[in-house]
């Protein structure tokens, strides 16, 4: 059985896993300029299949594939992040690779831990709608690639998983959100495995909110910067065992590739899917990708459980009596009589008699009474609707 229909079915078992976690945990909805809050985790899991249809040269002149040639590698992705403060968190990842190849009607192939690694993502305070982040990330191969002065040395069943070393980098990220409609930017210095030149990877992203479905679209890449030690001598560069394919071991690599997707939020973990197409390059493969991933995430530390836990802060405890018909008015059972007045504010919560307490939505005292009050609410926290009897608390 292909070593990539093995790793289908382990993706599918671990979906299975994440639909059978608690439903008190949050989806993972973060932009690249978001963070997980304080004390939050995030587990991700993501298994992509990408195949080459042909390679670009050098120059970044398309080339077709020898007749008979096939190239597939199959990518498991998992990932831990942890929310250090409401502004920092630092994930540790990794992944397992799956390698196909056939030239020359000879098959090979490979599969094993391809790498380990870290990063961290510093976001700064909201700036009205824009909201910016800087993080690093570092990463180490789990194997080294054998180096051969010629192709007729190369054994015909061997096949790298990839580039070998180490990878690091600087990412800057800017997040812009009008209500439904998100833009994410990422511009960052990479330095790649395998001696190979630096670069700059790009990507700017527009993501469409709904209640739980978001469609998203965007264009991701790579631009060389040219520093390859073989630039000017190609066929000086040692040789490894590629296979069918030249993403691998190049020089000067660069790409373009735009990309349609799809998230999907339930309760308590996201399911993304995600297609693309490198449309552009230099030494690289042509080819497409399709991804599938789910994650898994506790909420943390949030504004509102800060408010939960500051409950002994409340000098008011009412009841709401009534609410308007669009939702953003509530009348409670208390006013005058209990001291408040108008200007306060109060908090909503939805009740019950194990002791929970969820906090709806917040609100300030529009009208007052001897025995009643009117909240317009100002902010909602969550898409519970609020019916009377729901506790309502001012401070």
């Not at 992509?48 to 002149?61: A, I, K, P």
């Not at 180096?147 to 790298?160: K, N, R, T």
Request: hydrophobic fraction near 40%.
């Amino acid at each position: 059985m292909p070593k990539f229909l093995i790793s289908s079915r382990i993706l599918t078992i671990l979906c299975f896993f994440f639909l059978s976690l608690s439903l008190q945990a949050a989806p993972d909805k973060r932009m690249g300029a978001e963070v997980l809050n304080n004390n939050a985790y995030a587990i991700g899991i993501k298994g992509s299949l990408f195949q080459t249809t042909s390679y670009y040269d050098t120059d970044g002149t398309e080339l077709e594939m020898s007749e008979g040639s096939d190239y597939k590698l199959m990518d498991l992705d998992f990932s831990v992040a942890y929310g250090i403060s409401s502004s920092l968190e630092v994930t540790g990842f990794g992944r397992v690779r799956s390698v196909t190849s056939t030239a020359n009607e000879t098959k090979a192939s490979n599969s094993g831990a391809e790498s380990l690694g870290l990063s961290a993502k510093y976001s700064f305070a909201r700036i009205g709608a824009s909201r910016y982040a800087i993080g690093i990330h570092y990463s180490q191969t789990l194997y080294t690639n054998e180096l051969y002065g010629a192709s007729a040395q190369v054994p015909p069943d061997e096949v790298i998983l990839g580039d070998s070393g180490s990878e690091y980098g600087v990412d800057f990220f800017l997040t812009y959100g009008l209500k439904a409609l998100k833009w994410d930017i990422k511009i960052g210095y990479n330095s790649p495995a395998n001696d190979s030149s630096e670069e700059i990877v790009y990507k700017a992203e527009g993501v469409y909110q709904f209640s739980k479905l978001a469609l998203l679209g965007g264009v991701e890449g790579i631009y060389s910067l040219k520093k390859d030690q073989f630039t000017d001598y190609p066929l000086l560069k040692p040789i490894q065992a590629v296979g069918a394919s030249r993403q691998f071991n190049s020089i000067n690599r660069e790409k373009t590739q735009p990309y349609l997707g799809v998230n999907y939020a339930f309760e308590s973990f996201l399911l993304s899917f995600k297609g693309s197409t490198i449309i552009k390059g230099a030494s690289t493969d042509r080819g497409n990708r399709f991804e599938m991933g789910v994650s898994w995430a506790t909420k943390g530390i949030t504004r509102e459980l800060l408010k939960v836990e500051a409950f002994k802060e409340y000098i008011i405890d009412g009841s709401v009596l009534k609410v308007s018909a669009r939702g953003n008015f509530l009348r409670i059972d208390q006013g005058l009589s209990t001291d408040v007045e108008k200007g306060m504010k109060f908090d909503i919560y939805q009740t019950d008699y194990f002791g929970g307490n969820i906090l709806v939505a917040s609100g300030v005292v529009y009208d007052v009474g001897a025995d009643w009050s009117v909240i317009k609410l100002t902010k909602k926290f969550n898409e519970i609707v609020i019916k009377p009897g729901f506790a309502a608390r001012g401070y």
